[in-house]
């Protein structure tokens, strides 16, 4: 069993430490946070440090892999987090196993899909995305790295979600659709053209 340490302790750590806590292959050790007092408990995980302490954690045995618990509103700190241990600390991948993962697609480093999705076949989410619950990725579709994409999201096939994207809460992407990097949707859009860098 994999020791987990989570990079942020706010809504979305917790929320993702409450997932992998249910999982058979990972064991949650606790975060680290710039914004929180070590000691302090969330969701019954312990803060263990800040953020410039993860080597320190990792060379001392506390924890196996980092998952980051970052949401949208700071992706450029979802990237260099992810980019500054990925050549030197594990991240882990979890894929919550209601969901319908198919043995064509291929997964990341630290992906996290939550429950009732499905990754349908040939379709790729690179590293450190985030997938909510209820989302349908469709066929041969791409998600590029650090993309969050929220609630009943569905995608048809062969679309390329780009970097360090977000998705609203019901968004519905067609097929054939190339989305930029950095672009937000919000709740509820419906994309049936391009959306492109000017």
Known sequence: MKRVLIIGAGDL????????????????????????????????????????????????????ELLIGIGYKHFDARKQLFDQYK??????????????????????????????????????LQDNVFIYSGCVIGHNTQIRAHSIISLSVTTGGFSEIGESCFLGIKTCICDNIVIANHTFLGAGANVIKNILDE
Request: charged letters at 20%; proline letters at 4%.
């Open 13 to 64: 750590g917790q929320q993702i430490a409450h997932y992998v806590s249910e999982s058979s292959e990972h064991k949650v050790i606790g975060y680290v946070d710039d914004w929180a007092n070590v000691g302090d408990i969330r969701r019954g995980y312990p803060i263990l440090g800040c953020v410039k302490d993860i080597e320190m954690l990792y060379h001392k045995g506390v924890f196996d």
């Open 87 to 124: 050549s030197i600390i594990p991240f882990a991948t979890y894929l919550h196993p209601s969901s319908y993962i198919d043995s064509t697609s291929r997964i990341g480093s630290g992906v996290i899909v939550l429950p009732g999705c499905v990754v349908d076949c040939e379709a790729v």
